[in-house]
């Protein structure tokens, strides 16, 4: 799970010491050291290449990356801030984990958010918005049919930032992609995907049909549909701790 390139971090797992490589981005994109330490942190975190639990030593992420101490612990608690990395007094930094209730409240707030979006866009879709769904769906397929769960996944985020887009709502659009950055982990954590790849994609195609049908009330349905069958399987697979 770990990346090939980039720099170099040594993690802390339930007493085990194991050397991870950060994909560091390049230092001109961004205006201060800080903000360059929490985007290289923050994208190993959201792709679980840091799992959840690993201990962050502020003395090896500053020899990692070339920084002093102080933009690290500034990037730590703006990670803190989002809920993605917990500080204990005297202890240090550790990647939050993603339990049950994690998943509940992403599934719980993509639901909500997803009664608006599909109201909306049920309502205003136009044809090149219909269109461009569709041909997310049509891709979709394909990669049900080669079995390729990380392009099916990518294009799901694709799907629901599409239809979130429909709205014209930047609220709901940031709200969105939040949320989905969120669940991006936590699919990467727990792995339901690839067994609810088939059944995720017919709900899909379902919800596009209602959608082009201007059928509010069914789209709203299958939307929550598609939501609480996703968090049944992952609270699943959860308990099991397979």
């Not at 993690?11 to 001109?28: F, R």
């Not at 201990?55 to 801030?81: F, N, T, W, Y």
């Not at 909500?112 to 891709?139: C, P, Y």
Request: hydrophobic content about 40%; some cysteine; proline content about 4%.
């Amino acid at each position: 799970m770990c990346m090939k390139t980039g720099a170099y971090l040594t993690a802390h797992v339930d007493g085990e010491t194991d050397v991870l490589h950060l994909q560091q981005p390049a230092a001109n994109t961004y205006r201060t050291k800080a903000e360059l330490v929490h985007a290289t942190l923050r994208s190993a975190i959201m792709r679980c290449e840091i799992e959840p639990g690993t201990r962050l030593i502020i003395d090896d992420i500053s020899a990692s990356l070339g920084v002093s101490h102080i933009p690290v612990r500034e990037a730590l608690s703006q990670l803190q801030s989002e809920g993605l990395v917990t500080l204990v007094p005297h202890s240090g930094a550790t990647v939050a984990p993603v339990s049950p209730n994690d998943v509940v409240e992403i599934f719980s707030i993509m639901e909500g958010l997803e009664l608006v979006a599909t109201r909306v866009a049920a309502e205003r879709a136009s044809e090149e918005d219909l269109q461009r769904v569709t041909e997310i769906v049509d891709a979709m397929d394909e990669a049900v049919k080669e079995q390729q769960p990380e392009r099916f996944a990518e294009l799901n985020i694709e799907f629901h930032r599409a239809i979130a887009g429909i709205t014209g709502m930047p609220m709901l659009e940031e709200m969105t992609n939040r949320v989905l950055d969120r669940w991006d982990r936590a699919r990467r954590y727990v792995r339901v995907l690839p067994e609810r790849m088939a059944d995720a994609q017919q709900q899909h195609h379902d919800i596009v049909k209602a959608l082009k049908r201007k059928d509010v009330s069914t789209a709203q349905a299958l939307a929550t549909l598609h939501n609480r069958a996703a968090l049944g399987s992952y609270q699943s697979r959860l308990v099991s701790g397979e």
